[in-house]
């Protein structure tokens, strides 16, 4: 890596590949147009108020660690660096997205596919195991396909760094004594739901076994379309994976099935390769498994063509992406000029999506249908505690961006008027944006819209592609509440909105 000279400038930033809950992954090449790359821009600030510096960190120190220790099986960090603001992962650019894409394509993804990519996949698992890295988010979507079709694992923000423990039992890694503290104190899980194993649920101490499990369920996923431990929500999938509540459908394959009842066990030491010397004979035991007996003892996969039919890699491959398709004309660097442009190349692409309508008339609500609906809506309106009595009249969920990072949140217009927004994820109210007479909201396009407020316009992304009839309905609630603009005043029913005035403050009562 050559850590220290690269700035921002030396690369051009194309366009938007790829956001995490802290991150925008954009396409880039090098300034002299040489490669392209991923880079994944971090803010500062954001990293500091969600308190994610160690994960940061601990990226950073296993991207390295496996830059340094090359493995076909891994994305590459080509260099780090820093602005005032915001912290830069170069990486290598994975042109075929996420494996996850690939398994679901089940006409394509048949019994080699399976096969062939879990053995890649415990290739990769042995890698990282040697190095001393547990990775504790393994799932389909953190495996990226190279343009090749060779998996590259990826996202490093949960790892743990291990390591090495002689018990009698067991040569197993065993996390360092602060990532044991920081394992035991955050026992809230660490990674998704589906993938998780029992011992992090569980507050028991994480080893690489845990990556086993992960596995396990990758392979059941890979086989048969879905993953083992299906519920309606996170605690029920959680009460599913403790007790081992999982079966197979009936014509799942024999032989993997077999292989997965040995790797999900509860006790991460039953798990098939858990007593494996990993270092010396990498997980000997899962390899000689019949499962892989027909790969005839050759491991050498990254050699090998992934056996993806010629149509599928031609119509999904993105090797159609390459440099030379990206614009002479764009300036080097990620300035405030750059991200405009890019951002509204972003806006233009969803710019043909199709609208649906909430019913006008939306405060038109006698005081009989108020107690109704909010009798109904305080027993089974999980948002009823944040509304202050109000009435919802629309809820949905909406990214709300702020600087490059959007935050995704329940927005709730109720009487009142208010227009509050809730971190849906930790149930916590965060905020609501201001109604006044001088509130304008605009939309963009179908998916993106504004709310200018005297102090402050907000930037909102309507995930179901709603984002005109948010305006709408929100200007419908603002005119109604304090007439219209005076341009339009003589436009409404003056009956109209007295009705509606008097609705509200009927309403208003309840609060
Ligand atoms: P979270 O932080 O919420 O766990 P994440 O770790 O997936 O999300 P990032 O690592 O920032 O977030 O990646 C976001 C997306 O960008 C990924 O899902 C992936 O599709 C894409 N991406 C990341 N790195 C690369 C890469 N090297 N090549 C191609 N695409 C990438």
């Known amino acids: 890596m050559s850590d220290m000279k690269k700035c921002a400038n030396d690369f051009i930033f194309d366009r938007v590949i790829g956001e995490g809950s802290f991150s925008t992954v954009f396409l880039g090449v090098e300034v002299h147009r040489s490669y392209e790359v991923a880079i994944k821009v971090c803010e500062k600030a954001l990293i500091r108020r969600e308190k994610k510096e160690n994960a940061i960190f601990r990226e950073k120190t296993c991207l390295h660690m496996l830059t340094i220790n090359p493995s076909p099986f891994f994305i590459q960090l080509l260099c780090t660096f820093q602005d005032e603001t915001r912290l830069f992962f170069v990486m290598n650019y994975a042109k ?30 042995e890698h990282m195991h040697r190095l001393g890295i547990v990775h504790r988010d393994l799932k389909p979507e953190n495996i990226l396909l190279n343009d090749k079709l060779h998996i590259q694992v990826s996202d490093f923000g949960s790892a743990l760094l291990m390591k090495e423990t002689n018990n009698e039992n067991n040569d197993r890694l065993s996390p360092n004594s602060d990532d044991q503290n920081n394992v035991r104190r955050r026992n809230s899980f660490v990674g998704t739901a589906h993938y998780v194993s029992p011992e992090m649920l569980t507050n028991k101490t994480i080893t690489s076994n845990s990556d086993l499990w992960a596995f396990g369920c990758i392979l059941y996923q890979m086989v048969c379309g879905s993953t083992p431990f299906r519920a309606a929500n996170e605690y029920l999938i959680f009460q599913k994976i403790i007790k ?19 790797i999900l066990k509860i006790d991460a030491n039953d798990r098939l390769g858990s007593s494996d010397d990993v270092k ?51 300036e080097p660097g990620l300035a405030e000029n750059q991200i405009t442009r890019i951002m509204g190349l972003a806006l233009h692409e969803d710019y043909d999506k199709v609208d649906s309508n909430t019913k006008k008339g939306i405060l038109d609500i006698t005081e009989v249908e108020l107690n109704e609906r909010l009798n109904q809506q305080k027993e089974h309106n999980m948002y009823h505690r944040f509304v202050e009595n109000n009435l919802i009249l629309k809820e949905g969920f909406i990214d709300k961006k702020k600087g490059l990072f959007a935050r995704r949140r329940m927005f709730l217009l109720t009487t009142g008027p208010h227009l509050y927004y809730v971190d849906s994820s930790n149930m916590v109210l965060k905020g609501q944006i ?61 009956v109209g909105k007295d009705v509606c005035r008097r609705k509200i403050s009927v309403n208003n009562k309840y609060r």
């Not at 690939?102 to 399976?114: A, P």
């Not at 007996?293 to 010629?310: I, R, T």
């Not at 149509?311 to 004309?329: H, L, Q």
């Not at 309507?462 to 005119?479: G, L, Y």
């Open 244 to 262: 081992l509540e999982f079966e197979f459908p009936q014509e799942f394959d024999k032989t993997a099935s077999n292989l997965i009842k040995k």
């Open 96 to 125: 075929n997205g996420e494996l996850l894409s690939l398994i679901n394509e089940r006409q394509v993804f048949n019994d080699h596919c399976c096969r062939f990519y879990s053995a890649e996949i415990l290739l990769a698992l």
């Open 280 to 330: 010396n004979d990498g997980y000997i035991s899962i390899k000689s498994d019949p499962y892989f007996k027909a790969l005839s003892d050759d491991w050498s996969l990254h050699e090998k063509k992934p056996p993806v039919s010629e149509t599928y890699f031609s119509n999904n491959s993105r090797n159609d992406t390459n440099i030379t398709s990206i614009n002479e004309n764009i």
């Open 434 to 494: 201001p109604f006044s007479k001088n509130m304008r909201p605009e939309a963009k396009n179908f998916r993106n819209f504004f709310i200018h407020t005297p102090n402050r316009s907000y930037i909102l992304e309507d995930i179901s592609n709603n984002a005109p009839e948010w305006c709408r309905v929100v200007e419908e609630v603002r005119d109604m509440t304090f007439g219209p603009p005076i341009a339009e005043e003589n436009s409404t029913g003056v």
